[in-house]
Antibody, heavy 129, light 107 residues
Framework: QVQLQQSGPGLVKPSQTLSLTCAIS??????????WNWIRQSPSRGLEWLGRTYYRSEWYNDYADSVKSRVTFKADTSKNQFSLHLNSVTPEDTAVYYCARDGSYDNRTNAWNWSLDPWGQGTLVTVSS | EMVMTQSPATLSVSPGERATLSCRAS??????LAWYQQKPGQAPRLLIY???TRVTGIPARFSGSGSGTEFTLTISSLQSEDFAVYYC?????????FGQGTRVEIK
């Protein structure tokens, strides 16, 4: 059973960098089929997909246009975890941040599942001085 | 960007009754649609993927249907634990996008 455990600060000052980590158990960050996503949720934006990182002989990243100029994803294979770094934050970046996996094989149906499952527990990040 | 529109925003249903939730995509997404359930203070939980495939452990009272641009999540007989917010999400196009959610509340 795959589980994702998030960690990181809940308060970040404006203009600084928001950094969160998602530790994986039951799968590998360098899996050749899975991808590791970041999503955030706020009352004003709803659920917003931020991007993903994945390994296919080398590392790739996909970013949402809304954060592309400010976001970086990193993977740490020694700790089996991945991280989100969002710089130059403003109060608009206040949200609950989630990590999630996509790309799993369903043995019952012999089909690939590219939806988001499982999710981390979520981290409320407030941007405020 | 693919826009996902859910209706209604709020659905008031009595326990034991059927609930029907709709999700519409702005363009065809084939069957690349997922449904999630979210309860207060919790992360979304995947219920259905591929528009109609229930995830292991999800009760049979949850069913999904549709393809192209029109999708439906049906809860055949609402139990107390089903009162929550439900989101659809497309994974046919980039970026991945979600609907704004349907809140299922006790009538």
């Amino acid at each position: 059973q795959v589980q994702l455990q998030q960690s990181g600060p809940g308060l970040v000052k404006p203009s600084q960098t928001l950094s969160l980590t998602c530790a994986i158990s039951g799968d590998s960050v360098s899996s050749n089929s899975a991808a590791w996503n970041w999503i955030r949720q706020s009352p004003s934006r709803g659920l917003e997909w931020l991007g993903r990182t994945y390994y296919r002989s080398e590392w790739y990243n996909d970013y949402a246009d809304s954060v592309k100029s400010r976001v970086t994803f990193k993977a740490d294979t020694s700790k089996n975890q991945f991280s989100l770094h969002l710089n130059s934050v403003t109060p608009e970046d206040t949200a609950v941040y989630y990590c999630a996996r996509d790309g799993s094989y369903d043995n019952r149906t012999n089909a690939w599942n590219w939806s988001l499952d499982p999710w981390g527990q979520g981290t409320l990040v407030t941007v405020s001085s | 960007e693919m826009v996902m529109t859910q209706s209604p925003a709020t659905l008031s249903v009595s326990p034991g009754e059927r609930a029907t939730l709709s999700c519409r995509a702005s363009q065809s997404i084939s069957s690349h649609l997922a449904w999630y359930q979210q309860k207060p203070g919790q992360a979304p939980r995947l219920l259905i993927y591929g528009a109609s495939t229930r995830v292991t452990g999800i009760p049979a009272r949850f069913s999904g249907s549709g393809s192209g641009t029109e999708f439906t999540l049906t809860i055949s007989s609402l139990q107390s634990e089903d009162f929550a917010v439900y989101y659809c999400q497309q994974y046919n196009n980039w970026p991945r996008t979600f609907g704004q959610g349907t809140r299922v509340e006790i009538k």
